[in-house]
Each structure stands twice: as structure tokens, then as C-alpha cells.
């Protein structure tokens, strides 16, 4: 059974740009979750989505957007990028329990670096 | 606010020996308590996932311990092999609010030969 592909794997913007990342989560699976990993910070969720509604939402300013395809697969954009925002982006599929009490499986992420 | 502190930070242990991770929370109400192995430049892997009705979770030489009237969990690793070098990291999930999950900044072990 294939894993999550998240693509592209890096990424170099500059500031000002946007950027779009795309995550195709393990078959079956409908809920789609992301989060935003820093040295600093560490993991940070970032919005959760299921049958192609947010479901669940971190504290992230409004920059930050995503959505959900019929197939379960689902993208998510960054605008008008900021230094602060180079970081792993990750994705992670589970099952119709979700986020709260469902497993994750993550995929190996979106390095975007802003310069 | 709803937090997540893991000790120690680092550490480094030699090959064979154990070593236990610590998780404390503060995360209300609770729901579940989750630990990931992540591998540097990959994606964090699902080690264990405990309910309040549980206090010990295996996954082969990994066993997790949830105290929840402590709010405190630990990640014991046993006879450590070269491949558990990584970031551990502790997520704690609730059931109310926006925010359902929220994550310890990780352990990172490092396994000498």
C-alpha cells in the first residue's frame, strides 16, 4: 500500500512569493492534516481536512490556506511569504476517525526555504 | 494553554544500554497520548498511541507508560540499536477546541557503538 506523497519534497521561494504544496494521502484515507515543523517551534498543527471540509484549525494567520479534492488528495498555500515561514512542511493521512484519535501516517514533507 | 514538555532535550547513550524519554502535559481535556520516532529528513512514525484507560503500550523494544493523574508519560527504549537515533516526540491529544493536538518539541537520542 503506498505511503503519503507529499510534493515537491524542496522548495526556494522569495519573500513576497506564494507558494502551493500537494499531498496525496494513503488510499482510503480521508482526512488530510498539516503542520508546520521549526527548530524553534518544533511541530505545529495547522489545519486538518475531511470529505473535503476543514475540520480543524491551528492558530496561523490567514496566509495560510488549504483545501481538499474529491479524491481525498489536498494542497495547501502560503501567500505572500515571510523568512519566518522556511520550515518542513508535513503532511499526514488517517482514517475516518481523523486527527483526534485517529493514527497518522506522515508523509516525508515539503522543505520550503524563504529568502 | 494546552502544553507539551519532553526532557531531557538530548541525549547520548551507547549501543545496547536503555534509556527512558520523559513526557509532561498540561494539555485539558485529555484524550490520547501519542509517541513518533523521527528519522532525520523524514517524516515522524507512529510508535504508540495510549487512551486515559491505558498506562503501558509496547511496540517492540519500545514501551510507552501514561500516568494521567500525574499527567506524565514516558518512552522507555530498550537495548538500543544504532537505527534509534532520532527525535522523539511527544503529542497529546484533547478533545475540545481548534487546536486537537499538541506536540512536545521531540528528544533527540543519539546511539553510539
Known amino acids: 500500500k503506498a505511503g503519503v506523497t507529499q510534493t515537491p519534497r524542496y522548495l526556494i521561494k522569495t519573500r513576497g512569493q506564494q507558494v502551493t504544496l500537494s499531498c496525496s494521502p494513503i488510499s482510503g484515507h480521508r482526512s488530510v492534516s498539516w503542520y508546520q515543523q521549526t527548530p524553534g517551534q518544533g511541530l505545529q498543527f495547522l489545519f486538518e481536512y475531511f470529505s473535503e471540509t476543514q475540520r480543524n484549525k491551528g492558530n496561523f494567520p490567514g496566509r495560510f490556506s488549504g483545501r481538499q479534492f474529491s479524491n481525498s488528495r489536498s494542497e495547501m498555500n502560503v501567500s505572500t511569504l515571510e523568512l519566518g515561514d522556511s520550515a518542513l512542511y508535513l503532511c499526514?493521512?488517517?482514517?475516518?476517525?481523523?486527527?483526534?484519535?485517529?493514527?497518522?501516517?506522515f508523509g516525508e514533507g515539503s522543505r520550503l526555504t524563504v529568502l | 494553554k494546552n502544553q507539551v514538555e519532553q526532557s531531557p532535550q538530548s541525549l547520548i547513550i551507547l549501543e545496547g544500554k536503555n534509556c527512558t524519554l520523559q513526557?509532561?502535559?498540561?494539555?485539558?481535556?485529555?484524550?490520547?497520548l501519542r509517541w513518533y520516532k523521527q528519522d532525520t529528513g523524514r517524516g515522524p512514525v507512529s510508535l504508540t498511541i495510549?487512551?486515559?484507560?491505558?498506562n503501558t503500550k509496547s511496540n517492540g523494544r519500545y514501551t510507552a507508560t501514561l500516568d494521567a493523574d500525574t499527567k506524565q508519560s514516558s518512552l522507555h527504549i530498550t537495548a538500543s540499536q544504532l537505527s534509534d537515533s532520532a527525535s522523539y516526540i511527544c503529542v497529546v491529544g484533547t478533545s475540545s477546541g481548534n487546536n486537537r493536538l499538541a506536540f512536545g518539541k521531540g528528544n533527540q537520542v543519539v546511539v553510539i557503538p
Open positions: 495510549m487512551t486515559f484507560s491505558e
Open positions: 499526514a493521512s488517517s482514517s475516518s476517525a481523523g486527527v483526534r484519535t485517529g493514527e497518522l501516517f
Open positions: 513526557c509532561n502535559y498540561t494539555v485539558s481535556p485529555f484524550s490520547n
